[in-house]
């Protein structure tokens, strides 16, 4: 009886063992993934931006009247709910100089490897430099993030 109970003590310790283990590398896992994706937001951002910034300059540079500036102003109708959404999360501002980016535009421009789910906009500041992606990044501190000067920052808790 005495060698049933010392089994029976084995078998709890390496099940809670493995429990412990498995724990871990969940939680290791989840904040990889969660890193993987604010990077690839990060780098698509910091190629838009760039892109952006070239525009600028070189609509600055034949004078600045705005014909060499890429997108539709925000104030486009067909994205006007999205427009709206951050509005109301505080995202932008009435009166703030920002083209919308769609899929096409990023073609366009040369950023195909960008990827941009259906009805997902970026918006661009061509006075700022400024980068919104519509969808935002949901950070493991449970808010929502939506500019490129902020999720830049970003370090997902490890």
Known sequence: MNKNGIA?????????????????????GSNIVSSAKLQT????????QAKVKTISE?????????SLLVG???DSAEY???????????VILDG????????????????NKVELPEGIIYLVNYDTDEVIYSAGYK???????????VTKDLTVNE
């Open 8 to 28: 029976l003590i084995t078998l709890c310790i390496t099940i809670a063992i493995l429990v412990i283990v498995a724990g871990v590398l969940v939680y290791t």
């Open 41 to 48: 937001l990060n780098t698509n951002m910091l190629l838009i």
């Open 58 to 66: 070189k609509d600055t540079f034949n004078g600045g009247d705005g």
């Open 72 to 74: 539709e102003p925000m």
């Open 80 to 90: 006007a709910g999205i427009i709206q959404n951050l509005k109301n999360n505080n």
């Open 96 to 111: 703030e100089n920002y083209y919308i980016w769609d899929k096409e535009i990023l073609e366009q421009q040369g950023l």
């Open 139 to 149: 950070h493991t501190d449970s808010n929502m993030y939506y500019k490129l000067s």
